[in-house]
């Protein structure tokens, strides 16, 4: 369906909000910058800013449910005759050739890295998504492959490809800190994707495979 004109101004208004609040972070730091502080720069109310934004940490990690989503949208979507983690390794390997900003490959990430590692509140709230994610991955693995609730072995893969998932993140953000150019991280990546890759079981890197419609 079109979005509608009220959808979209509310989403755009959402949208506004975010970035003035993650331009104030960056700039002042997570802890030192409030709530009213958000919403004068946005010209809007506080009760405006927390009716899209419950809680603080929201209005930094705005597309948060993006990513704890991201690796069960790409293992739901792998094609015939691929693997859960063969379609997560592909899925990680195209973001990294088109130097992707959702994988961190973008100018200033070492500023919202650094925004991170100064608040105690980001780094619980990271925390919490990354189990969140692997939760997430569980359940879709149990799904799509029909195992028991009391099989060990989707909460074992889950944990494998999550593993994947977050030293590839480190990686990158290790680089990224360093203020180093996007696309120079990128095909050093390429490179550690593999060596990752390679240190994988078959048991894993053959496990959920979608059989053909």
Known sequence: MAEGLRERKKRETRQRI????????????????????????????????????PAKEDLFFDRSQ????????WVRGRDAGESATRAVLRELRAEIEA??????????YDRFMRC????????????????ELQDNLEATLREETGATA????????????CWVHGTLFVA????????RNPDEVSREMLVVLDDIEELLSEKVLNYAVRGAA
Not at 66 to 73: I, Q
Not at 99 to 108: A, C, D, E, Q, T
Not at 150 to 161: R, T, V
Not at 172 to 179: A, D, F, L, S, Y
């Open 66 to 73: 993006g990513v704890v989503d991201r690796l069960s949208r």
């Open 150 to 161: 009391g099989d060990p072995l989707p909460g074992l893969i889950a944990g494998q490809i």
């Open 172 to 179: 990158i953000g290790r680089e990224m800190v360093k203020g």
């Open 18 to 53: 975010s970035d003035i609040a993650t331009g104030l972070f960056l700039e002042h730091g997570f802890v030192t910058v409030t709530i009213a502080d958000v919403a004068e720069a946005a010209d809007v109310s506080v009760n405006t800013v927390y009716n899209y934004f």
């Open 99 to 108: 130097v992707s900003p959702r994988i961190g490959l973008i100018g200033g």
């Open 116 to 131: 991170i590692e100064e608040a105690p509140p980001l780094r619980s709230r990271l925390w919490s998504m990354q189990q």
